[in-house]
């Protein structure tokens, strides 16, 4: 679990004159309206939107944003209404919550191609502020990491759910790592026997593998150094198991 202090240092080192006082009240305010209340996992709910605002740290936000992933389900899962929170965080913190709080409430049946694309529109076109579909992904990223808790019927509705509304949105949004993980998460619980099967052969070469990309990341270095080409850094990666499985 992350601590609150470990939160507080990220958003400083892409800001330094961040609001951090801001940030203290709404954690303090979500450790107070979530009291009691347990995850699945039976960690404290509080783990959550500490996880949630520390995936909007990640991606350099501002406070707003962040204090609004801190506070993000105290709507839905409390008895606190928008106009406290607006009371007590302003306006714009607020509006991001609304945002997301209704979002949440929109219910998606269908997976049919046209629909889930007629479902994501609907979705684009409600947010007026880009920081409530922000907000939403870093939610539904740390909930499909943690999707394990969940009995098998609703691991499969909230797994589909994400591979055809939230990673779609997320490339869309030029936000390919997080697109990436949510597709990969995807995968492993909607078709979990060609997931284990594939991991297990990619796991099995893994050493050779990642060989083979040391061994040309040298040789691409020493071509280039050679050719007097300035050099930043040169990566290799192994393929992920959802996109090698596409192309299979």
Same mark, same amino acid.
């Given at each position: 679990m992350i601590r609150f202090e470990d939160l507080i240092e990220k958003v400083r080192a892409t800001n330094p004159d961040a609001d951090v006082e801001l940030l203290r009240r709404a954690y303090v305010?979500?450790?107070?309206?979530h009291k009691?209340?347990?995850?699945?996992?039976?960690?404290?709910?509080?783990?959550?939107?500490?996880?949630?605002?520390?995936?909007?740290?990640? &991606?350099?936000?501002?406070?707003?944003?962040?204090?609004?992933?801190?506070?993000?389900?105290?709507v839905e899962d409390t008895q606190t209404p928008i106009e406290r929170i607006k009371e007590l965080f302003?306006?714009?913190?607020?509006?991001?919550?609304?945002?997301?709080?209704?979002?949440?409430?929109?219910?998606?049946?269908?997976s049919e191609e046209r629909q889930a694309e007629n479902f994501?529109? &609907?979705?684009?076109? &409600?947010?007026?502020?880009?920081?409530?579909?922000?907000v939403k992904l870093a939610d539904r990223l740390h909930n499909m990491r943690t999707l394990h808790h969940l009995p098998e019927e609703r691991r499969i509705k909230i797994a589909q759910e994400t591979r055809d509304i939230y990673a779609p949105i997320a490339n869309r949004l030029g936000m390919s790592k997080?697109?990436?993980e949510l597709e990969e998460l995807a995968f492993k619980y909607l078709e979990s026997k060609p997931y284990e099967?594939?991991?297990?052969?990619?796991?099995?070469?893994?050493?050779?593998?990642?060989?083979?990309?040391?061994?040309?990341?040298?040789?691409?270095?020493?071509?280039?150094?050679?050719?007097?080409?300035?050099i930043i850094q040169i990566d290799g990666r192994i393929k992920r198991l959802f996109s090698i499985h596409q192309k299979l």
């Open positions: 305010f979500s450790a107070f309206e009691g209340q347990v995850r699945h996992s039976g960690e404290p709910y509080l783990v959550h939107p500490l996880e949630v605002a520390d995936l909007l740290a990640d &991606m350099k936000l501002d406070v707003v944003a962040v204090a609004a992933g801190l506070l993000h389900d105290i302003g306006a714009d913190i607020a509006h991001v919550v609304e945002g997301v709080t209704k979002l949440g409430a929109i219910p998606f049946s269908s994501r529109k &609907m979705l684009l076109a &409600m947010v007026d502020d880009i920081r409530v579909i922000l997080i697109k990436n099967a594939l991991r297990q052969r990619v796991e099995a070469r893994r050493r050779a593998t990642e060989g083979h990309i040391e061994e040309l990341r040298t040789t691409i270095t020493a071509k280039l150094a050679d050719a007097q080409v300035p």
